[in-house]
């Protein structure tokens, strides 16, 4: 079964804690992202990375972090740093045909 | 500036047709793409189209595009209720490399009966 997992489905966070949201991809793609969607609005770039061990940054990157040690995973920490952490997180991978983007089912994130 | 705008609601009648319209601005992207987003869930996609193309059908799905207004619109035939969601509109401008999707705010979709 070929797809993007990411966990957990729900996660509460306290303020001043950070949290690490995963995500893994069997589809062997080289490159990976994560965008951060808000009500009403479309999906922001956070992070991507095109191969292992190296990543950049997006439109919106302060007060998160990414590592990419496989091909296969890319966990994104949201820190405390982020002001306003409470959003909906979708991780995606990049394939072919068309260069196109394959998404997971998210994870929603409450700051309590 | 790269942009992506969506009208953001439209409503239809079941087994009508649904014409949702995006406009974008960066002419250098070399795929535009429609995805779909239920409640809680991911994005799907459901189609894209090379830029070079004017138009693309796949089964109720037919895609429009004009590139001198650059205008992308995304028809769906025989609206059904289980198409009700949030429709995006994405293009991957030369200037993010291609690596970027711009996102619309979406069009939420309400078919009823």
């Known amino acids: 079964d070929g797809g993007i997992t990411q966990s957990p489905k729900y996660l509460f966070r306290k303020e001043g804690q950070n949290v690490t949201l995963s995500c893994e991809q069997n589809?062997?793609?080289?490159?990976m992202y994560w965008y951060r969607q808000d009500p009403g609005q479309g999906l922001r770039l956070i992070y991507y990375s095109q191969i292992v061990n190296d990543f950049q940054k997006g439109d919106i990157a302060e007060g998160y972090s990414v590592s990419r040690e496989k091909k296969e995973s890319f966990p994104l920490t949201v820190t405390s740093a982020q002001k306003n952490p409470t959003a909906f997180y979708l991780c995606a991978s990049r394939g072919r045909p068309s260069d196109t983007q394959y998404f997971g089912p998210g994870t929603r994130l409450t700051v309590l | 500036g790269e942009d992506v705008e969506q009208s953001l609601f439209l409503s239809v009648r079941e087994g009508d047709s649904s014409v949702i319209n995006c406009t974008y601005t960066?002419?250098?992207?070399?795929?535009l793409y429609w995805y779909k987003q239920e409640p809680g869930a991911g994005l799907q996609l459901l189609t894209y189209i090379f830029s070079n193309m004017d138009m693309k059908q796949d089964q109720r799905l037919t895609v429009l595009l004009n590139k001198k207004d650059k205008h992308l619109s995304l028809r769906i035939a025989d609206t059904q209720t289980g198409d009700s969601a949030i429709y995006f509109c994405?293009?991957?401008?030369?200037?993010?490399?291609?690596?970027?999707?711009?996102f619309g705010a979406g069009t939420r979709l309400a078919v009823h009966p």
């Open positions: 589809l062997n793609h080289d490159a």
């Open positions: 960066d002419s250098s992207s070399t795929y």
């Open positions: 994405a293009e991957t401008p030369f200037s993010g490399g291609y690596n970027k999707l711009i």
